[in-house]
């Protein structure tokens, strides 16, 4: 079984003030070394600690450590460096992928739900990438569960639901146009809130898609800290499947 966990950045509004951007970052993992990783953000918290004074028990918030009051009275420059050596430390592991989603807001209509179409491409891939088996470990017969923040946990699931009974995917070139129907069968129940206080995973999911959103509109405080293309540093561990048209995998709508 290998298992999604999944957060994002910016929100999914037109409105004035909105961002121009929405973010969604899954990484996934094969159950078989989901300890394997538990063990490692514990070290890797423990040397935080060590290094720069950041309690075990507080959560990894990449927009909060980015704000300019400070964070446990944390200097910027601090602050920064661990949600980089974040970053640095997942591309470390060899064991996860990650599959992201960016949704372009300006030159859309006011109808376009960023919400829904993020989501739909994200457990796509998902069950694309189960299916060919394109995970580390390349357990090809397997299936998927996917967990997120806790939030829209019913819109979520009547997503799933739906995507499970009927799924229009577009035809290829070759195949003329039209849809085919193809209903998602390796991702398997509905999708499971976690708290993100509690779970390195979606701490760790939270800071890629931070970055991830920085790297196309990044704001003031990621451009002075030379922060706009951080989310790079995870190339080792991106699935670069996702996306035939993008060098780094994302899937850009």
């Known amino acids: 079984m290998y298992l999604m966990y999944v957060d994002e950045s910016g929100d999914t509004g037109f409105k004035p003030g909105a961002t121009s951007y929405f973010a969604l970052s899954g990484i996934v993992i094969h159950e078989s070394r989901w300890r394997d990783f538990v063990t490692v953000m514990k070290t890797f ?70 919400f829904d179409n993020a989501w739909k491409v994200l457990f ?33 699931s009547k997503l799933m639901r739906k995507m499970a009974v009927h799924n229009p995917i577009p035809n290829q070139g070759w195949a003329g146009p039209g849809f085919r129907i193809l209903p998602i069968a390796r991702v398997i129940e509905d999708p499971h809130g976690v708290d993100s206080k509690r779970s390195y995973f979606i701490q760790a999911a939270d800071v890629c898609a931070y970055f991830l959103a920085q790297r196309y509109a990044p704001n003031s405080r990621a451009k002075r800290h030379g922060a706009t293309r951080y989310f790079d540093r995870l190339r080792p561990v991106l699935n670069v499947k996702a996306s035939r048209s993008n060098a780094l995998g994302i899937v850009e709508l």
């Open 124 to 156: 796509q891939r998902f069950e694309n990438t189960l299916k060919n088996g394109n995970f580390p470990g390349g357990h090809s017969s397997d299936h998927g569960l996917v967990f997120t923040d806790a939030t829209n946990g019913m819109t979520l």
């Open 45 to 114: 918290r423990q040397t935080l600690r060590a290094a720069y004074g950041l309690p075990v028990r507080v959560e990894i918030h990449a927009s909060h450590f980015m704000r300019s009051p400070p964070v446990l009275g944390m200097a910027p420059h601090k602050r920064i460096a661990i949600l980089r050596n974040m970053l640095d430390e997942l591309a470390r592991f060899p064991d996860i992928s990650i599959t992201n989603v960016i949704v372009k807001k300006v030159g859309k209509s006011a109808t376009y739900d960023v």
